[in-house]
């Protein structure tokens, strides 16, 4: 049986219809292999929204997290059963001849917490996860030519993305980190990896732009290598590292551990301090 509801809102001057469906077997039936749903709906194409496509002023970054819909209705829907319990684990969902998205439950709960989407020639184009199991997407990937290009995170689970990592295609490596440890729509942390070190230069006065004696180096053991002093004092110490959620255990890379960033007086940089407000995509 399925269950669902369409809203159709307004996004920047364009109308957007967005489509929620779940799908229940009967009590007692176990899993079916294979289904094949077919109608006139389409399913989540290769366009990206408005909202994460505006302008914005330098130093700005849309911290909307926005979830990308995998609708099944209308399309041919294949569901496996990975552990054989009689549930449905992962629905691929094609249309056309082609798979262009699909929906997995990593931790067998019963509630999808990743979403993969493909391009027209089948390669990975984007990917999403819940990791905390709140509902609520943590880690957006995009991938260009099916390699990672970029990674935006909310790390502080506020329902609002905090951290966008950047990936040299070519060799997969993570090249450098934008961060908006403060909650105010502003980066105001620059991380540079080469090899095992980062070098992390901070914005403390918030004009916008790294303050030259406010730079430190970490090794690989997360302690600074080299720092320049502010105005003679002693270099800021790291902070403890903000809690990550755990991973999934399927085929969702985990969040990296990264070395702590330093101390941005007078807040840690971990983060706004708060309890987590639900927010943010809704799966």
Not at 7 to 19: D, E, I, Y
Not at 179 to 204: C, E, H, L, P, Y
Not at 258 to 279: C, I, L
């Amino acid at each position: 049986m399925a269950y669902g509801f369409i809203k159709q809102r307004q996004l920047r001057g364009r109308s957007v219809v967005v489509a929620f469906a779940l799908f229940a077997g009967a009590p007692g039936v176990p899993g079916v292999a294979a289904i094949s749903v077919y109608g006139a709906a389409g399913c989540g194409g290769d366009s990206s929204s408005g909202v994460a496509n505006a302008k914005l002023p330098d130093g700005v970054r849309s911290e909307t997290i926005e979830h990308e819909s995998c609708d099944e209705s209308g399309n041919k829907v294949e569901m496996l059963d990975a552990n054989n319990d009689g549930k449905p684990d992962i629905k691929k969902v094609s249309k056309g001849g082609r798979e262009v998205c699909r929906i997995t439950d990593l931790n067998h709960d019963g509630k999808p917490d990743m979403w993969e989407y493909y391009d027209q020639t089948g390669q990975l184009r984007r990917r999403e996860a819940d990791y905390d199991d709140n509902g609520i997407v943590n880690s957006i990937e995009h991938y260009e030519n099916g390699k990672l290009v970029r990674r935006e995170l909310d790390t502080t689970n506020q329902g609002k993305l905090d951290t966008w990592d950047f990936f040299d295609p070519t060799t997969g490596a993570r090249t450098k980190r934008e961060r908006d440890s403060t909650g105010d729509g502003k980066i105001d942390q620059w991380w540079t990896f080469n090899g095992d070190q980062v070098t992390i230069a901070m914005d403390r006065n918030g004009d916008g732009l790294p303050d030259p004696d406010a730079t430190v180096t970490l090794g690989a053991n997360g302690q600074a290598i080299a720092t320049a002093s502010d105005a003679g004092a002693a270099p800021a110490a790291p902070a403890p590292a903000p809690s990550t959620p755990s991973a999934p255990t399927l085929s969702m890379p985990s969040l990296n551990s990264d070395p702590s960033p330093p101390v941005t007086p007078p807040s840690q940089d971990a983060g706004v301090v708060g309890k987590p407000q639900r927010g943010g995509a809704k799966r």
